[in-house]
């Protein structure tokens, strides 16, 4: 099982509650703060609470929330649990923190070679492509990443552990499991 896009500002993001306004945030008001003072933590950028509306962040313009762009969403994982082969919708990039728990499995496709993903998956999922004409956008795409890489698709693998972020790239295709 695999909960996804889990609504923080309902259940909690991990993170303290973050800044209430833009206005809060700063470089010098996290450097005045020492590290083991909650509010430095409540203030941070770091903070996926606080990223949206950090200083030259151009989200900090749009006051609405957008659960999952300018809001987090809470992910949960478990023993086999997998997050299928995707990219983030309008190609955006992603921020992801791993607050505990074993190691997550990650594998990812470089933006740049996002063509040659797709390729793959027209090759082998013609059929039900026809089918589901937006398969690649339903997040429900299992694809061997040793298939990938013996037809010439470039993939990365990384572990990821509690306590560590990993950054994804525009366009860039990703899946793994918990």
């Given at each position: 099982e695999y909960g996804n896009d889990v609504d923080a500002a309902t259940?909690?993001?991990?993170?303290?509650?973050?800044?209430?306004?833009?206005?809060?945030?700063?470089?010098?008001?996290?450097?005045?703060?020492?590290?083991?003072?909650?509010?430095?933590?409540?203030?941070?950028?770091?903070?996926?609470?606080n990223i949206a509306l950090w200083p030259g962040s151009l989200l900090r313009r749009h006051d609405a929330?957008?659960?999952?762009?300018?809001?987090?969403?809470?992910?949960?994982?478990?023993?086999?649990?997998?997050?299928?082969?995707?990219?983030e919708d309008n190609y955006f990039e992603s921020i992801n923190y791993h607050h505990a728990g074993a190691p997550k499995q990650w594998y990812g496709v470089p933006g740049a070679e996002a063509a040659a993903f797709e390729d793959?998956?027209?090759?082998?999922?013609?059929?039900r492509l026809l089918e589901v004409p937006d398969l690649l956008h339903r997040i429900n795409l299992q694809v061997s990443p040793a298939?990938?890489?013996?037809?010439?698709?470039?993939?990365?693998?990384?572990?990821?552990?509690?306590?560590?972020?990993?950054?994804?790239?525009?366009?860039a295709f990703h899946g793994g499991f918990s």
């Amino acid at each position: 099982e695999y909960g996804n896009d889990v609504d923080a500002a309902t259940y909690w993001s991990g993170f303290p509650a973050g800044a209430t306004s833009a206005d809060d945030l700063s470089k010098a008001r996290v450097a005045s703060l020492s590290l083991d003072d909650p509010a430095y933590y409540a203030a941070s950028g770091w903070n996926l609470n606080n990223i949206a509306l950090w200083p030259g962040s151009l989200l900090r313009r749009h006051d609405a929330p957008l659960p999952g762009v300018n809001t987090p969403w809470l992910y949960l994982g478990m023993l086999f649990g997998t997050f299928p082969w995707h990219n983030e919708d309008n190609y955006f990039e992603s921020i992801n923190y791993h607050h505990a728990g074993a190691p997550k499995q990650w594998y990812g496709v470089p933006g740049a070679e996002a063509a040659a993903f797709e390729d793959v998956v027209r090759r082998f999922y013609k059929q039900r492509l026809l089918e589901v004409p937006d398969l690649l956008h339903r997040i429900n795409l299992q694809v061997s990443p040793a298939k990938l890489i013996a037809l010439g698709v470039p993939v990365k693998r990384l572990t990821q552990r509690a306590g560590e972020f990993v950054v994804t790239f525009p366009q860039a295709f990703h899946g793994g499991f918990s």
